[in-house]
């Protein structure tokens, strides 16, 4: 079973936009959420994580995330693209009492001049 | 980067052949995981480890195998190499403290199956 969803594969967006990176979890329990980005031909770089404090999570590079555990919902957004956000976005779950982290399929950011 | 130091970093082996790669880390974290990573696929979870000779399957496991006979170093072996094991590797490890967590990756291993 699916245990992270995230809703778009690609996301186009013009400098100086908002950003918003979907992802929904399945979880019987407040699991642990992260948001990695992964720069082309690079490794995977942690933006901002949840593990049951502050519902609102602040990351890196002006990046943050809201818990919503009635929407099992856990999106990342930012409020001005810039075009060093290009890259790819994944949405990571590490379920109550378990060992797996599972990854999203991730999310393309193209950011448009 | 945790200390975590993936070898080799690239790789091009023959159909049929074995191969290991191996993940190093110098931070005595507990939990090791082997991730391969392929377009349209994110990142897929191969086996994992969360202790010395404790170890288990993620969700594509067959076709490969893994050891932990030390805290600092988590194998990945691939028995008999297919093209379908083409792909990029990636080691991560995952630190606990005080009941917070972080995992941590290493550099990716590219491994070409021909």
């Known amino acids: 079973a699916q245990s992270v969803t995230q809703l778009d594969s690609h996301v186009s967006v013009s400098e100086g936009t908002p950003v918003l990176l979907r992802c929904n979890y399945s979880?019987?329990?407040?699991?642990?959420l992260f948001w990695y980005v992964q720069h082309p031909n690079k490794g995977l770089q942690l933006l901002l994580k949840?593990?049951?404090?502050?519902?609102l999570v602040k990351g890196i590079n002006g990046f943050e995330a809201e818990f919503k555990k009635s929407e099992t919902s856990f999106h990342l957004t930012k409020p001005s693209a810039h075009m060093s956000d290009a890259a790819e976005y994944f949405c990571v779950v590490l379920k109550a009492a378990g060992n797996k982290l599972t990854f999203g399929g991730g999310t393309r950011v193209l950011v448009k001049p | 980067d945790a200390g975590i130091t993936q070898s080799p970093r690239h790789k091009v082996t023959e159909t049929g052949t074995p191969v290991t790669l191996r993940c190093h880390q110098t931070?005595?974290?507990?939990?090791m995981y082997w991730y391969r990573q392929d377009p349209g696929h994110g990142l897929r979870l191969i086996h994992y480890?969360?202790?010395?000779?404790?170890?288990d399957k993620g969700e594509v496991s067959d076709g490969y195998s893994v050891s932990r006979s030390k805290t600092e170093d988590f194998l990945l072996t691939l028995e008999s190499a297919t093209s379908s094991q083409t792909s990029v590797y990636f080691c991560a490890v995952r630190q606990v403290l005080l009941g917070d967590t972080e995992a941590f990756f290493g550099q990716g291993t590219r491994l070409t199956v021909v």
């Open positions: 949840y593990t049951s404090a502050a519902t």
């Open positions: 480890s969360y202790g010395v000779k404790d170890t």
């Open positions: 931070e005595n974290h507990r939990y």
């Open positions: 979880s019987s329990y407040s699991p642990s």
